[in-house]
């Protein structure tokens, strides 16, 4: 039952980060360390196309952790997860560590 | 009475794939697993012309089981079965297993 | 009184098909059957311009069997007979016994 | 006090036809004859302008009987006749005997 | 105190014309004669740029009786007079005797 | 305190022209004398970009007093004065004595 | 838990500059002073795609301190701090001693 998406265009497939509750070692987190909307990208489409029909790449690649903006996304359930699927554009940054 | 339709532009014919609500075994499957709207591609348009005229194919192949939006898609009923009509570009993804 | 129009640029002059509500036998068709919102296309303007003023030929021929929208088109009277006026963009396929 | 009118653009200008609501010899035409929104082209402009600057010629001439859409255009009266301006775009079909 | 404007891209500068409302002679004239809403241009703008940047020249001339829209139109007072500025694409056509 | 701002694209800074409620010589202007909406331009940005990511130059000098619209514009204090920015396609042109 | 955020496209990221409310030798500093909405550039894009699919580089560096528009804006938290993303394009000017 659990299929497998590719995103058309320049849709891309973002399983969203749950933000933990609690530290490894047990101390609850307050609930502002929760606020940044992210999540890693586990499919990426081939691009939209400029207006001649040639493809734009995306520049967001599988396994990006991104930032997500508050609005918009369509979720999408495949097997047991939740995901959602962005436009790249729609995407606002990469977050590294 | 059973017509044949061939889209025009970008259009893309679907029948949707309608969950089963049992198992074939006879179990009952819960709600939740019917969530996924899909469909079978079973026409697809020569694609939609670019700014000069020319034509952008159609990405989508004919027996590609696609990932529907929620909304949209204009409902068309071709001998006893109901089809659904979308444009490629709202088309969110392909499905396989 | 008859005249006959030249639809302008990418329009389409389209007479709808109304379903028989019997059979040539005789018996009565059910309501659901007259659904398919059809016409036989009977006259194609030039076409549209493109962005340089280059015409872009309607691909729509007179003499095809057409799907149309559901909402937009506009109403003519020529002589006795009622036709409607569609942007070929807005015709959905071509249908085909 | 009777002023020529040079359209400007691709703006036409049109006497609309009105239906005889009599015949020659006198009949009395019953109301849906008067259905068809007609008129006859008086003064054509130079054409619109693409996006380089060129000039896209208009493809209706003086003298063409058009069909009109049932909304738009701009009432303009020119000594003791009232005409309208349509956009060539607006212009649905000529019509021919 | 009055200065002279030059307009800026597309824009023109109309001194309206008041239609007299009695003949040389005394007469009083009809109300229905004034309804002609028409200019005179007294300044010309260097025209639009199109998307290259390029200007596209503004094809009404200083001194050209112009039919102006009913609506639009910005009010400017310079000096004593009351004038109005149009984009050229808004003016309807020139008027000739 | 007093800073400087360069603008950014095709945005020109302005700084408005109080009319003097009183000539030089002391004598009440009437309120109607203050209807021209001007200002001095005293920064320019770069200009916009075209399509092709080429810069398209603003056409508006440093130092020229332009007609501003009624509406639009963005309040800027630096230091103890007020200034506006306009886009420049918004300036509707230059006034000249 | 601190993040470093690359923003996307013609994005960029900003940090606040709030004004001090008191100078460094402690006196108060009356309201108005504190008007100009301003903050310093931490990150900065690849550059927005021009139709053709090709950068465009954003113009503002990291460093630069920058005029904010009054509305827009998209409030992120990384580690500790607040920031702000914006469009190139929605930046008003660049601010300088």
Redo the contacts between chains.
């Keep these: 039952?659990a299929?497998?998406?590719?995103?058309?265009?320049n849709?891309i497939?973002v399983e969203k980060i749950v933000p933990p509750s609690k530290t490894s070692s047990g101390i609850l987190l307050p609930e502002?360390?929760s606020?940044?909307n992210s999540g890693k990208v586990v499919?990426v489409?081939?691009g939209a196309?400029?207006?001649?029909?040639?493809l734009?790449p995306v520049?967001?690649k599988e396994g990006d952790i991104v930032?997500l903006?508050?609005y918009g996304g369509?979720e999408?359930?495949?097997g047991d997860k939740d995901y959602h699927?962005y436009r790249?554009?729609d995407?606002?940054?990469?977050?590294?560590?």
Tied chains: 1, 2, 3, 4, 5, 6, 7.
């Excluded at 995407?91 to 560590?97: D, P």
């Design positions: 039952m299929k497998r998406l590719v995103p058309l265009l849709r497939l502002k360390s606020k940044l499919a489409g081939a196309r400029d207006r001649d029909g040639k734009i520049t967001i930032l903006p508050d369509t999408v359930k495949l699927l790249d554009e995407i606002l940054g990469t977050l590294h560590e």
